[in-house]
């Protein structure tokens, strides 16, 4: 690094909670390299990482990373809190299971009230959650149809009872295979275990999840009392985001005083909270909230989208109830907002191109808050990362990156004048699904 670089160096320490994802340590290191490299493209940055395989850690794998700038330079290691195996676990039970959990779960959302909670909080993401049976249903319907068919038609040869049962048998494997050959384009077996998965998730079925998250808050605590960074920065995205913010209260529950030597700040990105929160029996998780919004000292930044139907735009993780979403450049360091909420666009983040490519993949625009942007704007995941700034500069002002550097990558200070968001750069090519 240059002289320069050295004096204004960023170093931190990232921690990564993922959502109801099975993606395994050594496919999340190809991912960030990938998307770091982008960074680097946008904002004028030469970036490196580890190359694989990931560094095993106590509660999943790490590696280092770094970026420079022309005048500044950022350095850290990025770990991942993993819990992909138990995801994994939970997505290869039998079918029947599967059948009887997703059952449990539409009755369990109608009899507890949680579904209407959600058509009152979020129309938006209750049309999301709703679309997945809908479309099962349609399935269904439309093999129950052929199944009817075949029944009628074969009835003058095989009689009543065993057009029947010829057509049950027709029904039942149309349903089936509609839903092999159309069901992975609408994700609709991720989509199912995820309801049944939250569902028992809030009604503490999940032992080893809670216990997975305790040794993540050990693992947190550790890093924090071995010092040697400027700031810890816990990440958490769509179901992670719950999970970010329960291994913070386990911490400070742990430690009363975690946070006070090494600052300690949250992500919560494309945060699916509420519908866990949202349900009568999520008691521990409000709390969990509750305790992480009562202590001042650990910063919450929220970033939520309009055009991200899976997650809860425009709710407050917190109060459940409308969010106040904030507007203009705060000083440095305030988060009295409990969490401070930014909101943005992610047609904002991608070139026209790439955003008509996924304009109907709501999964691959809900990923885009961990991915890197292909041009600038005022947010972008990889600078609270690899950027030259403060996680509390970050969060203060509402153009994020573009407030603190030039078009050439170097740092100018402030700068509320900034181009408007969206302003076009140098692109890294088009973010691909992964």
Known sequence: MQEASRATARRRHVFFVAGYDPTPLDEHLRIFARELARFGAVWGAATRCDPPPP???????????????????????????????????????????HLKGSLRTMADMIASGTLWRYLRTSRR????????YIIVAGFWLLAGLIGAGAGWLTAPMLGGAGAGLLGAAVALGAGLGLFAVFGRAFRLKQSLDLAEFSVDYAHGRHPEVDARI?????RVRQVAAAGGVDEIVIAGHSLGATHAVSLVAEALRQDPDFGATVPVRILTIGSTTAKFALHPAGTRLRAAADQVAATPRIGWLEIQARDDIVSFYKVNPVTLGAATLTQGNLAVGDFSERPLIRHLGVYDMLT?????????DVMRRHCQFFLANDRRAPYDFYAFIAGPERFDALAAYESGLMAFLAADGSRTGPATRSAAPGAPVPAAGTAGTF
């Open 125 to 132: 993401y209750s049309i999301f959650f709703l679309f997945t």
């Open 352 to 360: 026209p191109e790439t955003y008509a490519r996924f304009r109907l």
């Open 55 to 97: 560094e095993p850690t106590p509660t999943g794998g790490a590696w280092a990373f770094s970026a420079e700038g022309p005048d500044w330079g950022a350095q850290g290691r990025y770990e991942i809190l993993a819990w992909d195996d138990l995801v994994r676990a939970d997505m290869g039970r039998s079918g029947l299971s």
């Open 214 to 218: 305790g040794r993540f808050a050990e």
